[in-house]
Every structure is written in structure tokens, then in C-alpha cells.
């Protein structure tokens, strides 16, 4: 692709006038045309009526110019980067563009300082377009036209609100709304939505009497004994609370939490309800019936003593699945909802499992579903019990089970979930990200593949995490589809 080789002076440069702070769209339209011609010494950028004294009265690329080539990573990077509030951000945009046309890989240049304060800004703004939809509080007003409206304040910190405002419609489609921001507002009137000027604090509900219902839930909901005051302010920054109602509560909620958490510990013990523990009892065994050697493990395990977990659980929680299943998926230990249900991967993180599997076209039912640690290790909190990760005792005494379970099984492939899994399946602790994504052999006849467990999923806050994530979870248990599809996991005994 050809470059002009001399260095274009300012007065010659292309000026390009861009109508709004958010116009991403016009940008690209502009840069694809004058990339693989113009040097980004060549061009100035603008915003409305603001215009480089020296640049040209119109732009004009260069007739010779071909279009340039605009890689689909780049789009991606500028629709988040053009909306940061830095005025440096289009030329920033321009040159990475500009260089890209020679050195096609430069995004993946982890070194490389444009491509570092590219992706730094695009970070910030990802950031900001989540707070925005975390933090708006919408007050109840009085429609002109004597119906119902709502009305948020919101400072953002970037041009973020047309790329925002359809999530909100979405969510709020059956509301009238308006979000008002300093430098833009969105007005939604149940069947369209409009984009206006910026507004001021004072043009906003200041309260409605929904906001103090909303408290009492807040408070109710606060759970003393997990709070971590620097995860709290770094997920809910100081400068959004004069916008939250619930903001009155925290300071006071915080003050008395030490109070409140010693006073749950000294509470007694959560105890299953009696509906629970009747909707879990298992049937009486019937004398001289022939038991299977999943269901015989099953009763041997409901018995286990071989470490402390037992006296605490409501019940033990043994694998589930076809005696002739091929994949063995081990996880960490039942969480409250298996512990309750006797059934191993029945809660979130279960249904998290399940996606997955349907994803990647392997058929749950043709699995055995087991964990580590057959017993749920959790402490009470009042009415709640919250989970513990097993240690390594716990892990160690339950792999009697586990090895049991694989040899009555004798499964094709394993999948341990989670670092707790890899420990009891291998017998010793590894990271998961040592093993991950690859298919190891245990013995001459048993292949062995690590990921995460299902539940770190669950944990993730920000959508890129979570995507990203989700699409690694997908590619690791892809290669046990693999290795399915290739006929070592077909076979089904009876």
C-alpha cells in the first residue's frame, strides 16, 4: 500500500471535523479513507466548531488514496476509545491506525505504548459503561400529561450515554424515563428514543418515596460478616454515592458491623427445615434386593466418618450418573442447594455446568458427576451458611471415595474442576493454569483434563471478564468434545 513519503506541513494538513464527542462512526468513515495515504502528521482532528488554525477549511483525502485496511480487532478498540473523554483520543486512534497498515499484528504487541494507552483508555471507558448501569437510580415524577415518568442523575465519566442508553431501554421498555448527565441526557417515551443537550443537578428528582422502601431492603440484605470495605468503595467508588439512595445506609451499616457479625457467630446453627430433610430422605433399602455397585458405594459413603465434614453436612452427596459413563467430571463439594437435594451440581453453579456442556455437545446424562469432597464444609451465619473451601485433610481422606468411584467407573477421561478436584483426582496440588485446556494421561487407559470450576464464573463482575472467561471455559471442555467425537468416550455399557 503506498505512502506518501514527504512529511506534510501544518497548513497543508487535512482537518476533519467531527459533529459530536461520540461520533466513533464518523471517525472510521473518515480514517479508512485517509489511512493509506495521509500520515497522521497530515491530518487534525476536531470536535464541532474547534478547528486547528492551520488545517485545511474542508477535508479532502488525497484522490490517489485507496481505502485503507481496517482490521475488525481495531473497530472493536476504537468504538470503546472513541468515547473516553481524552481530546488526544482520535489522533491517538489515527496513527495506531496508520501504522497498522504496515505492521498488520501491532495489536497483539504487548509492548507497544500506543497499543497500551489504546487499550488503558478502552479499559476506562468499559469501567464507566458498567458503573452506569450498576448506579443509575431512577426518582418518580409527574408526567405533563398527568402519567408517570422517571428521572436519573448521572455523572459519567466519558461520552457514554448513546452507547449506554439501549441497554436501559431494554431493560426499562414498559417506563417512561429520561437519564440526565452533564454532557448529554437520553429520553426514552415507551416507543422511541431520543438523544439531547447535557442538563444540570438541579433539572432532576431529588427523592420520591419509593427510595425509602429501597432501604429497608438494602439493610436487610447487608450481610455484616462479609464486608470488605476496600472491595466495596473499589466496586462502588465514593464520587457515585451522592446519587444513591441507599448511600445514607453504608457509613452507620459499617460503623456497627463488628457488632452485628459477633453477634451472628454467637447465633446457633442454621438447621435444615423439616420440609428439606423430608424432601431428601432416601427410601429404605430392601432386604436381599441386588444393589448395583454405584448405589452400594452410594450407602458406604452415606456412612463415611473418615474426616470431620460428616458431623455438620445434612447429608452426604455422592456422584451421579450411568454406570458405563466415560467422562468423569469432578468438582470441588456440594455447595447449599446440592447439600439440601442430595444431588451432586444441581445449584448455580450446576446450571453454569450444564450451559456449558450443551454448548460444547456433550450430553450431561452420559457423564458421571461426582466431587472431591462428598460433604459440604460451610459456616453458619445466622440463618445462612456460607461456604468454606475444603483443606487439603479433607481433600486427601475423601480421594477414598474418589478412587473408589473411578474404579467401579472406569472412565476414559477425567475433568477435575477446579484446583480442589485436581488435588483429589491427582493426588497433589496444582494451579490450574499449569494444566489447563490439556489432555494429560493418568495410566494406559484413563486420560486426565483440568479447568476451572463452574463457580468462578459466577464471581466475575466486569462483561469482558466474563466473556472471556466463558469462552476459555468453553475452548477447555471443547477438547473433552474432542476427545469424545473421536470415539474414545462413544462407548455406553449397560
Known sequence: MRRSSSTSSPRDAIHVALEKEDDVDAFLAQARMLAG???????TWSIGESRDLF?????????????ALVPEAFVDLALLVGLHRDPERFPLLYSLLWRLQAAPALLSNEADAQVIRCRDLAKSVRRDLHKMKAFVRFRRVAAPDGGEAFVAWFEPEHHIVAAVAPFFVKRFANMRWSILTPRASAHWDGEALTLGAGATRRAAARDDELEQAWRVYY?????PARLKVKAMTAQMPKKYWRNLPEATLIDP?????QARAAAMVEAAPTEPSRYAAAATARPADTE??????????????AACTRCPLYRNATQVVPGEGPPGARIMLVGEQPGDVEDLSGRPFVGPAGRVLDKALEKVGIPRERCFVTNAVKHFKFEPRGKRRLHKKPDAGEIDACRWWLARERAILAPGLIVALGATAIRGVLGRSEP????????????ADTKFLATIHPSFLLRLQEEEDKRREWARFLSDLGVAAEWTRAGDGMRMDA
Open 288 to 301: 436381599g434386593q441386588e444393589v448395583a455397585p454405584l448405589s452400594e458405594l452410594a450407602r458406604e459413603e
Open 55 to 67: 488545517a485545511a477549511t474542508a477535508s479532502a483525502p488525497p484522490a490517489s488514496a485507496p481505502p
Open 253 to 257: 451499616l459499617i460503623r456497627e458491623a
Open 219 to 223: 439493610a436487610s440484605i447487608f450481610n
Open 432 to 443: 490450574v493454569t499449569r494444566l489447563r485446556g490439556q489432555l494429560i494421561d493418568l495410566d
Open 37 to 43: 495515504e495521509v500520515p497522521p502528521e497530515g491530518v
